[in-house]
């Protein structure tokens, strides 16, 4: 009898430490990188994944596609950059034993590189990789376990700018001016709910004499992207909402003069109009005084590394729209600066390119309050149009085997973007064991 109450007591027990190892929540168990040849897809000849894995088996992969926001190709500087080889090491053996298993364990995480200064692209591809082991660990996408609000939002069409395609082919100004009508036509044809023009931005063409900049000279020509402006009006007026973009090309003298016509034009937004290189108040200054002198919602910044400066930037008065992107430190501080704008009633635009399959689940997880419009990049005269209850993924291209699937961007004919988010993670499903096979260890020497 007492071998028998002995044998039930060891049962006994071996069930709670049973139940004990089920509670304890998964720590991180390793954190790998590889840097693997491309073929050139998207411009990059290489491109940098993470993987992080957990003790109970389960992982997550970011491919950094947008490879390098800041100062070049994250893929050269893993390799050849001593310093920020020693801050992926150093953090790779921060992150072992840490718990990831819930958005606030992620969010501390993001909090301790951040105030460690991190480099932005290793913390954005490890903050990226947790969320996709959250989501696989749970069998779900992201949008499921933060909450999903919505199915679809208006799409609104964005022109590239000179002298990318489709304006490759113009001869002179002229030429792009008749593009952007052309372009213009396209999109409300198409059915989509807005317009974005860019013009000559990010100071890299002259089109008055027709040719790229020189070193060193002024990428503002207000004058050019005014008939830009005026051309588009007069071919779509009001009949959908239309957006000005000129890639914080002009001083504020420059910006008034704009502003002022987009005003008389109703414009829905005037995005990213002057310098905001860094987090200084002089800049933001020019800002302020911008919004106060036009009627038109000033949008950004965009361009800045902190959510939490872009917040500042918010309550000082420097602009009407926020604007984010997971380039910018991942998904934490997307949904930090979401969950803050619905808060404090602000509207939000996210940029779209070129790390969208994982940008795709900030969508459906918030309302069209917050987030009205979907930025869908390029001609829109020969897009599909979704058919009813589009799928939510599809096999990726063959020339990126590095992906197993990805989110699909169908467009209906209304111009409405639909979400169905079906793969468990944060976006895109990589393929470790191809990216394994063909990549190369960047610290394996050190």
């Known amino acids: 009898m007492m071998v028998g109450m002995a044998g039930l007591a060891l049962l006994m027990m071996s069930g709670r430490a049973m139940a004990a190892m089920a509670a304890e929540p998964a720590r991180i168990a390793s954190c790998e990188w590889r840097v693997f040849d491309t073929g050139n897809v998207g411009g990059h000849p290489q491109l940098t ?4 894995a957990d003790t109970q088996g389960h992982d ?7 490879d390098g926001l800041m100062g070049g190709s994250l893929s050269a500087k893993i390799q050849n950059n001593a310093a920020l080889q020693a801050q992926a090491v150093a953090a790779d053996k921060s992150l072992v034993g840490q718990d990831a298993g819930t958005p606030q364990a992620i969010k501390a995480i993001w909090d301790q590189f951040f105030a460690q200064k991190m480099n932005n692209d290793l913390q954005t591809a490890i903050d990226l990789a947790l969320w996709d082991m959250y989501g696989r660990a749970n069998g779900k996408s992201v949008v499921d376990l933060v909450g999903k609000k919505r199915e679809k939002v208006a799409a609104h069409s964005v022109t590239v700018w000179p002298p990318m395609w489709p304006f490759n082919e113009c001869k002179n100004h002229q030429e792009v001016v008749a593009k952007y009508i052309e372009l213009a036509r396209q999109a409300k044809a198409r059915g989509m709910r807005g317009f974005k023009i860019h013009a000559y931005i990010n100071g890299t063409w002259n089109p008055i004499e027709w040719r790229p900049l020189k070193p060193g ?12 402006i005026r051309a588009v009006y ?9 957006m ?16 002022k016509v987009l005003d008389e034009m109703k414009f829905t937004w005037y995005e990213d109009p002057l310098p905001e290189w860094a987090d200084n108040d002089a800049l933001m200054k020019n800002w302020i005084a911008l919004r106060n002198a036009v009627k038109t919602p000033i949008m950004g910044p965009q361009e800045f590394l902190s959510y939490k400066a872009r917040i500042r930037w918010l ?21 930090e600066m979401i969950r803050y704008c619905e808060q404090h009633r602000i509207q939000i635009d996210l940029h779209a390119v070129p790390m969208m399959s994982y940008m795709l689940v900030c969508y459906p997880i918030t309302d069209n309050a917050t987030m009205p419009w979907y930025e869908y990049y390029g001609p829109c005269a020969n897009l599909p149009v979704a058919k009813d209850s589009p799928p939510g993924s599809e096999p990726a291209p063959q020339n990126t085997p590095w992906f197993k699937r990805m989110p699909t961007v169908p467009v209906d004919a209304q111009g409405y973007v639909h979400f169905n988010p079906d793969i ?6 990589a393929d470790w064991d191809w990216i394994a096979a063909h990549g190369k260890d960047p610290f394996q020497a050190k």
């Open 234 to 242: 007069a071919e779509l007026g009001n009949s959908i909402p239309l």
């Open 244 to 259: 000005f973009d000129p890639g914080w090309q002009y001083n504020l003298d420059e910006a008034i003069r704009v502003g």
């Open 315 to 335: 309550e000082a008065g420097a602009a009407d729209w926020a604007r984010m992107d997971v380039c910018y430190g991942g998904f934490t501080p997307c949904l």
């Open 217 to 228: 000279e002024r990428g503002a020509f207000p004058d050019q992207d005014l008939e830009i």
């Open 60 to 66: 997550g992969v970011c491919v950094m596609i947008r």
């Open 424 to 429: 468990p993670g944060i976006g895109p499903e």
């Open 49 to 52: 994944a993470v993987r992080i």
